[in-house]
């Protein structure tokens, strides 16, 4: 269109004119992160997040205060909308008023297990909210959509290491298959429309902000507190333990180069960790010994998850640096500051009633 011409005109005379992007589960740990980094580059950032208490809001809400902290730093805009993606009359009005330039969609219910309990919930908050963004994102003309998807698509009996052409039609969980559906919707609104749609299969993801029903942040609050933890299985299961910069760094590249094609890439370390040596690294940082509660392995889990980079590599420059020590250590500095006053605001017994968010 002309108006879409002369935008892209602008941008090229202007490289600093700031990019406007919908960030989605911006209260969340990696939507939090990503939208940070956004600022920072100077970027306008129109965060939306529907605020659940799937983990402690104080959490969120401390999300969401290092975030305006970071626009009134930088000088960069923020605007954050408390509501659902499933909402198709508040995004309609966001999409209209807030001339969107890039979709980047984490919002979700992650977690494998709860999705078991609760299927219904898992595809209204996934799949619909995804297919809802899609239509305005194709309505709106938005030059890229990036979304996130999971290496639990990959299931239980693939292969490692796990590669984006593998099959990925036996899901194990209702989570796995919601992840799945979405990144089939993209590709048929990319093959529809041509809407440039990116799906990234995120390899747990751990870091300071590190969401609470995770291995990582559950191991080191219980260890550090001499709670036991359950230990499900012998051990030997295995995890990608992805540090959340490397990934940050996986977003921002797809963000900036939509593709003609449905993409779909693995964002992960491609350094696989069993349990017990995760436990025994977990140790020496928080410097105490676990108490383990031996669990029978859990139906929905896989035994392990470890990424082939090669695409993500060559086409994003993707090179995730961070080992699991370095990671686990830095996770483990916000956990003892800044994790601890989030802690103690959960544990008030009476706690004031929190400011309203701001809504535009
Ligand atoms: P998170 O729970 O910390 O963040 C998700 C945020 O989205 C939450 O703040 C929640 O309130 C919000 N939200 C959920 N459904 C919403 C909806 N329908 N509308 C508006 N807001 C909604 O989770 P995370 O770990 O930051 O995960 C981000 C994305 O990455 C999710 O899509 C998740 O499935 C995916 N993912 C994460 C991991 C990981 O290891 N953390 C691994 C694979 C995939």
Redesign the pocket.
Known sequence: TPAATVAAAARAASPRTPLRYLV??????????TAEALLRRGECVIA????????SLNQ?QH?IDVLMQTAASTGAELRFYR?????EELMRGIFTSERIDRVC???????VRPSIKNPHMYI???V??TVTLLELAREFGVDNFV??????VYGQNAKVPFAESDRTDAPVSP?AA??KSCELMAATYNHLYGLPTIG???????GP???P??APFMFVDRIASGKPINKFGDGSSCRDY?FIDD?VAGVLAALDSPRPKAAVFNLGNSATVSLNEFIAAIEEIVGRRAIINQMPDQPGDVPRTFADLTLASKELGYRPTTSIRDGMRKFFAWYATEYQQIKQRDEAPISPPSPPLSSH
């Open positions: 989605t589960g911006a209260a969340g740990f990696i939507g939090s992160h939306v997040d529907e605020m659940n208490d799937y983990y969120k999300n509501g659902s993606c499933e909402d969609h984490l919002a979700a219910r992650a977690g209204q908050a996934n619909t909210a979304y996130a998807s999971s290496s639990s989570y919601t992840k990234l299969r995120f390899f747990t993801v751990y902000r590190g969401r029903d995770m992805t990934i």
